[in-house]
Protein backbone atom coordinates (compact mmCIF):
# COMPACT_ATOMS: atom_id res chain seq x y z
CA UNK A 1 0.00 0.00 0.00
CA UNK A 2 0.98 3.42 -1.08
CA UNK A 3 2.03 5.36 1.99
CA UNK A 4 1.31 9.50 2.48
CA UNK A 5 3.75 11.21 4.23
CA UNK A 6 3.82 14.69 6.43
CA UNK A 7 6.17 16.87 7.84
CA UNK A 8 6.91 20.00 9.63
CA UNK A 9 6.85 23.34 8.34
CA UNK A 10 6.79 27.23 9.88
CA UNK A 11 3.46 28.50 9.82
CA UNK A 12 2.40 31.92 10.69
CA UNK A 13 1.85 32.01 14.41
CA UNK A 14 4.14 28.56 14.87
CA UNK A 15 5.12 25.04 13.35
CA UNK A 16 2.72 23.34 11.65
CA UNK A 17 2.66 19.70 10.65
CA UNK A 18 1.45 18.99 6.76
CA UNK A 19 0.93 15.30 5.56
CA UNK A 20 0.19 15.28 1.78
CA UNK A 21 -1.21 12.12 -0.79
CA UNK A 22 -0.65 11.70 -4.24
CA UNK A 23 -3.92 14.12 -4.32
CA UNK A 24 -1.97 16.82 -2.62
CA UNK A 25 -2.76 18.16 1.12
CA UNK A 26 -4.53 16.09 3.04
CA UNK A 27 -4.58 17.60 6.75
CA UNK A 28 -2.83 20.61 8.42
CA UNK A 29 -2.59 21.09 12.40
CA UNK A 30 -0.70 23.30 14.48
CA UNK A 31 2.41 21.42 15.87
CA UNK A 32 1.85 19.28 19.21
CA UNK A 33 1.82 16.41 19.27
CA UNK A 34 2.70 13.61 16.08
CA UNK A 35 1.34 10.10 17.28
CA UNK A 36 -2.00 11.87 17.43
CA UNK A 37 -1.51 13.75 13.87
CA UNK A 38 -0.33 10.71 12.25
CA UNK A 39 -3.84 9.13 13.24
CA UNK A 40 -5.92 11.93 12.42
CA UNK A 41 -4.56 11.89 9.04
CA UNK A 42 -4.50 7.91 8.19
CA UNK A 43 -7.97 8.27 9.75
CA UNK A 44 -9.01 10.99 7.14
CA UNK A 45 -7.84 9.40 4.12
CA UNK A 46 -7.80 5.61 4.90
CA UNK A 47 -3.93 5.11 4.26
CA UNK A 48 -0.84 4.97 6.10
CA UNK A 49 1.61 8.28 6.90
CA UNK A 50 5.03 8.74 7.45
CA UNK A 51 7.31 11.44 8.65
CA UNK A 52 9.80 12.80 6.16
CA UNK A 53 12.35 15.11 7.15
CA UNK A 54 10.71 17.79 4.85
CA UNK A 55 8.19 18.66 2.12
CA UNK A 56 8.69 18.49 -1.42
CA UNK A 57 10.52 21.29 -2.98
CA UNK A 58 7.64 22.71 -4.93
CA UNK A 59 4.79 21.86 -2.39
CA UNK A 60 6.78 23.60 0.05
CA UNK A 61 7.04 26.85 -1.93
CA UNK A 62 3.74 26.38 -2.78
CA UNK A 63 2.22 26.59 0.75
CA UNK A 64 5.12 29.10 1.64
CA UNK A 65 3.38 31.28 -0.69
CA UNK A 66 -0.36 30.63 -0.03
CA UNK A 67 0.86 31.51 3.97
CA UNK A 68 2.62 34.65 2.91
CA UNK A 69 -0.69 36.13 1.15
CA UNK A 70 -0.37 35.44 -2.53
CA UNK A 71 -3.10 33.03 -3.60
CA UNK A 72 -2.08 29.71 -5.09
CA UNK A 73 -4.87 28.70 -7.13
CA UNK A 74 -3.15 25.46 -8.64
CA UNK A 75 -2.04 24.36 -5.00
CA UNK A 76 -3.02 20.50 -4.91
CA UNK A 77 -5.28 19.76 -2.29
CA UNK A 78 -6.62 16.63 -1.24
CA UNK A 79 -10.63 17.48 -0.31
CA UNK A 80 -11.29 13.73 -0.19
CA UNK A 81 -13.86 12.87 2.73
CA UNK A 82 -15.61 15.88 2.59
CA UNK A 83 -18.90 16.53 1.28
CA UNK A 84 -19.47 18.19 -2.08
CA UNK A 85 -20.62 21.36 -0.20
CA UNK A 86 -18.00 21.36 2.43
CA UNK A 87 -15.43 21.27 0.00
CA UNK A 88 -16.87 24.16 -1.65
CA UNK A 89 -17.29 26.65 1.09
CA UNK A 90 -13.37 26.07 1.93
CA UNK A 91 -12.29 26.59 -1.74
CA UNK A 92 -14.16 29.93 -1.88
CA UNK A 93 -13.07 30.81 1.28
CA UNK A 94 -9.21 30.71 -0.29
CA UNK A 95 -10.47 33.22 -2.79
CA UNK A 96 -10.75 35.38 0.63
CA UNK A 97 -7.45 37.90 -0.06
CA UNK A 98 -4.87 38.31 2.54
CA UNK A 99 -5.70 40.93 5.08
CA UNK A 100 -9.32 41.32 4.97
CA UNK A 101 -12.58 39.78 6.35
CA UNK A 102 -15.67 38.62 5.17
CA UNK A 103 -18.88 37.09 7.09
CA UNK A 104 -19.88 33.66 7.12
CA UNK A 105 -22.93 34.82 5.49
CA UNK A 106 -20.69 36.00 2.46
CA UNK A 107 -19.28 32.49 1.75
CA UNK A 108 -22.92 31.16 1.68
CA UNK A 109 -24.08 33.49 -0.62
CA UNK A 110 -20.97 33.04 -2.96
CA UNK A 111 -21.42 29.57 -3.21
CA UNK A 112 -25.39 29.82 -3.89
CA UNK A 113 -26.43 28.81 -0.64
CA UNK A 114 -27.67 31.93 1.28
CA UNK A 115 -29.58 30.41 3.88
CA UNK A 116 -26.97 27.75 4.75
CA UNK A 117 -24.80 30.08 6.89
CA UNK A 118 -24.69 27.48 9.74
CA UNK A 119 -23.75 24.71 7.32
CA UNK A 120 -20.83 27.29 6.37
CA UNK A 121 -19.47 27.43 10.34
CA UNK A 122 -19.61 23.49 10.64
CA UNK A 123 -17.72 22.70 7.48
CA UNK A 124 -15.05 26.00 8.64
CA UNK A 125 -15.32 24.96 12.01
CA UNK A 126 -14.07 21.64 11.05
CA UNK A 127 -11.60 22.99 8.33
CA UNK A 128 -8.84 19.89 8.25
CA UNK A 129 -6.64 22.33 6.54
CA UNK A 130 -6.15 25.57 8.69
CA UNK A 131 -3.83 28.61 7.55
CA UNK A 132 -3.80 27.08 4.03
CA UNK A 133 -7.24 27.24 3.90
CA UNK A 134 -7.65 30.58 6.02
CA UNK A 135 -10.63 30.29 7.38
CA UNK A 136 -9.34 32.42 10.33
CA UNK A 137 -10.43 35.43 7.50
CA UNK A 138 -14.09 34.20 8.17
CA UNK A 139 -16.32 36.42 11.24
CA UNK A 140 -19.44 36.36 12.92
CA UNK A 141 -22.10 38.26 11.03
CA UNK A 142 -22.13 41.88 13.24
CA UNK A 143 -18.22 41.74 12.63
CA UNK A 144 -16.90 39.94 15.69
CA UNK A 145 -13.80 37.96 15.25
CA UNK A 146 -15.42 34.93 16.76
CA UNK A 147 -14.11 31.29 16.81
CA UNK A 148 -11.62 29.51 15.27
CA UNK A 149 -11.30 25.63 15.42
CA UNK A 150 -7.38 25.86 15.37
CA UNK A 151 -6.49 27.06 18.40
CA UNK A 152 -9.65 29.75 19.09
CA UNK A 153 -10.15 33.36 19.23
CA UNK A 154 -7.19 34.19 20.23
CA UNK A 155 -5.48 32.18 17.76
CA UNK A 156 -7.88 33.73 15.11
CA UNK A 157 -6.28 37.21 16.10
CA UNK A 158 -2.97 36.58 16.03
CA UNK A 159 -3.36 34.86 12.58
CA UNK A 160 -5.44 38.05 11.44
CA UNK A 161 -2.46 40.66 13.03
CA UNK A 162 -0.03 38.71 10.87
CA UNK A 163 -1.67 40.16 7.85
CA UNK A 164 -1.80 43.51 9.33
CA UNK A 165 -5.51 43.35 10.57
CA UNK A 166 -6.52 45.57 13.25
CA UNK A 167 -8.83 43.34 15.27
CA UNK A 168 -9.68 45.82 18.22
CA UNK A 169 -10.50 48.15 15.28
CA UNK A 170 -12.91 44.95 14.03
CA UNK A 171 -13.89 44.56 17.80
CA UNK A 172 -15.02 48.57 17.90
CA UNK A 173 -17.14 48.93 14.99
CA UNK A 174 -19.18 45.46 15.53
CA UNK A 175 -19.49 46.71 19.30
CA UNK A 176 -20.94 49.91 17.72
CA UNK A 177 -22.95 48.43 14.77
CA UNK A 178 -21.16 49.34 12.04
CA UNK A 179 -20.84 46.43 9.17
CA UNK A 180 -20.30 48.57 6.34
CA UNK A 181 -17.66 51.67 5.15
CA UNK A 182 -18.98 53.81 2.53
CA UNK A 183 -16.91 56.14 0.42
CA UNK A 184 -18.62 59.67 -0.10
CA UNK A 185 -16.44 60.16 -3.29
CA UNK A 186 -16.87 57.10 -5.38
CA UNK A 187 -20.61 56.04 -3.60
CA UNK A 188 -19.61 52.44 -2.95
CA UNK A 189 -19.54 50.81 0.41
CA UNK A 190 -17.39 47.96 1.75
CA UNK A 191 -16.76 45.74 4.45
CA UNK A 192 -14.27 47.99 6.82
CA UNK A 193 -10.90 45.15 5.60
CA UNK A 194 -11.57 45.62 1.99
CA UNK A 195 -8.39 47.19 0.55
CA UNK A 196 -11.01 49.79 -1.11
CA UNK A 197 -12.23 50.74 2.43
CA UNK A 198 -8.49 51.16 3.53
CA UNK A 199 -8.22 53.93 1.14
CA UNK A 200 -10.90 56.05 2.54
CA UNK A 201 -10.03 59.09 4.75
CA UNK A 202 -11.62 61.44 7.03
CA UNK A 203 -14.40 62.92 5.51
CA UNK A 204 -15.09 60.82 2.69
CA UNK A 205 -16.38 57.44 5.41
CA UNK A 206 -19.57 57.28 5.92
CA UNK A 207 -20.65 53.82 8.33
CA UNK A 208 -23.77 52.07 7.90
CA UNK A 209 -25.25 49.73 10.00
CA UNK A 210 -27.11 47.47 6.69
CA UNK A 211 -26.53 47.45 3.43
CA UNK A 212 -29.99 48.40 3.18
CA UNK A 213 -29.10 51.64 4.75
CA UNK A 214 -26.07 52.25 1.91
CA UNK A 215 -28.00 51.42 -0.63
CA UNK A 216 -31.24 53.81 0.22
CA UNK A 217 -28.51 56.44 0.41
CA UNK A 218 -27.17 55.71 -3.04
CA UNK A 219 -24.04 53.80 -2.29
CA UNK A 220 -23.62 50.69 -4.51
CA UNK A 221 -21.85 47.59 -3.73
CA UNK A 222 -18.15 47.47 -3.77
CA UNK A 223 -16.97 44.94 -6.66
CA UNK A 224 -14.34 44.01 -4.95
CA UNK A 225 -15.63 42.73 -1.62
CA UNK A 226 -19.39 41.74 -2.67
CA UNK A 227 -20.76 43.31 0.34
CA UNK A 228 -24.45 42.49 -1.52
CA UNK A 229 -25.25 40.88 -4.86
CA UNK A 230 -25.54 43.43 -6.51
CA UNK A 231 -27.37 41.46 -9.44
CA UNK A 232 -30.93 41.90 -6.60
CA UNK A 233 -30.53 45.33 -7.50
CA UNK A 234 -29.69 45.13 -11.40
CA UNK A 235 -32.41 47.21 -13.47
Same mark, same amino acid.
Given at each position: ???????????????????????????????????????????????????????????????????????????????????????????????????????????????????????????????????????????? %?? !??? =???????? $? &??? @?? #? /???????????????????????????????????? %?? !??? =???????? $? &??? @?? #? /???????????????????
Amino acid at each position: MARDAWAELEGPIGPLFIAWGPAGVTLVARAEDASSFELDAQLRTGRPVTRVGHLPPGLADQIARQLGGEWQPDLPIDFGGLTRFSATALRKTMEIPWGEVRPYSWVAREIGSPRAVRAVGSSLGHNPLPCIVPCHRVVK %AD !GHI =GEYGAGGP $A &AKI @AM #L /ATEDVDTDELEALADAGIRYLGDDLADIFCYPTCRR %AR !GME =GDRIVRFR $A &AEH @AL #L /AGYQPCPDCRPVDARVFAD
